[in-house]
């Protein structure tokens, strides 16, 4: 039996330890395929128990921004795994928050479309959590949830329906109820905010609005708890961090076109 613990701990080293698309180093042992499912099977079930909005116009702001998003992410992070298509979605909720699931999925809470004042501002957290999906911070997550299994997983001696529910919404950042954000890792975090912002600056919207949305978020947090703030780094040291990055990333947003998706 230890032989083939040991030679199972060997495997998981050798095939699961990788660098994140800005270096870090990191072990995900999760297969793609398997990541993917997980999230689409979230994502029906909160389309299920949730409202859906269904305005066109709201509907095409959100798909256009997250076009662009994209398509600057793909540009930006051309070895990065990405999904074949994105699938969004627009939710009832007042939290102003946004969510990305693997497998190209995302969700967006009216909250989020009140709070910002103009797309760049919508595009900063969609450009957040679509980075949470290029990192693979979900597959890093549940390594971790899972630890030996993650590995028996990969080999085929563990099956993704043995995994509870409770480990794979905790590792995709969700809770059991639409609006409960989980947190990532500090590290996740700040990755996730410096490759969202060079995302939506090669997208051609102003990154220094994303300093501005993260002020508004910490006005609003005044009058009332927001989960989003409160499972995410202090806005505090978060808007210092995009303030030290705006140089870099205004020198890149000047050299493309201004996105465009008033709608």
């Not at 004042?117 to 911070?137: F, K, M, P, R, S």
């Not at 990532?184 to 975090?189: I, K, L």
């Amino acid at each position: 039996m230890k032989p083939l613990i040991l030679g199972l701990a060997a495997l998981v080293f050798l095939t699961g330890c990788q660098e994140s698309p800005t270096g870090r180093n990191r072990l995900a042992l999760v297969p793609d395929a398997v990541l993917a499912d997980m999230g689409q099977d979230s994502f029906e079930q909160m389309k299920q128990q949730n409202t859906v909005i269904t305005r066109p116009d709201i509907n095409r702001l959100v798909q256009c921004i997250t076009e662009a998003l994209v398509s600057a992410a793909q540009a930006r992070y051309p070895r990065a795994p990405m999904p074949d298509s994105w699938e969004i979605a627009v939710f009832e909720n007042a939290t102003p928050n946004a969510f990305a699931l693997p497998g190209g999925k995302i969700g967006v809470h009216s909250g989020l479309l009140e709070l910002a004042e103009n797309q760049a501002q919508l595009a900063t957290v969609i450009g957040h959590e679509i980075a949470h999906v290029l990192a693979d911070h979900g597959n890093e997550r549940l390594t971790q949830e899972l630890g030996l299994q993650a590995g028996m997983l990969l080999v085929g001696l563990f099956t993704e329906s043995e995994i509870a529910e409770n480990q794979i919404q905790q590792a995709l950042g969700i809770g059991a109820q639409l609006g409960i954000t989980l947190p990532f890792s500090r590290a996740h975090e700040e990755e996730a905010d410096l490759m969202g912002l060079e995302i939506m600056a090669r997208a051609g919207f102003e990154p220094g609005q994303s300093v501005r949305l993260w002020q508004n978020m910490a006005q609003a947090s005044g009058a009332q708890p927001l989960e989003f703030l409160s499972t995410h780094p202090n806005h505090d040291t978060r808007i210092a961090s995009l303030q030290n990055q705006l140089e870099t990333a205004r020198s890149v947003f000047e050299t493309v076109p201004p996105a465009d998706c008033q709608i």
